[in-house]
């Protein structure tokens, strides 16, 4: 089992930036690639930005040249460094562990204000 704890989200002003940070814990090995996804009000759940274990990025054209997902292997840890954020921006954040299940985190709601 993978644990995911999601956090640095808030309200942030538009123009503005946050950093997402997700904690994995458990199982974590032989973990495939990690990712956020977001869901905004009255939009379906969409890919934001995954990375693999080899360190290869994808991202979202929305968000693509603005947002930039790293990882800290040796913390465990993921980031979603977001820049120039927008009021579409706004929605919850989840952190993804894919393995043989996918593994999801609570959540982190990231509030841009125009």
């Known amino acids: 089992q993978v644990h995911l704890v999601e956090s640095g989200g808030g309200l942030v002003q538009a123009g503005g930036s946050l950093r997402l940070s997700c904690a994995a814990s458990?199982?974590?090995?032989?973990?495939?690639?990690m990712g956020w996804y977001r869901q905004a009000p009255g939009k379906q759940r969409e890919l934001v930005a995954t990375?693999?274990?080899?360190?290869?990025?994808n991202y979202a054209d929305s968000v693509k040249g603005r947002f930039t997902i790293s990882r800290d292997n040796a913390k465990n840890t993921v980031y979603l460094q977001m820049n120039s954020l927008k009021p579409e921006d706004t929605a919850v954040y989840y952190c993804?562990?894919?393995?043989?299940?996918?593994?999801w985190g609570q959540g982190t709601q990231v509030t841009v204000s125009s």
């Open positions: 993804n562990a894919q393995k043989i299940y996918d593994y």
């Open positions: 458990g199982s974590i090995f032989s973990v495939i690639a």
């Open positions: 990375i693999t274990s080899g360190g290869s990025t």
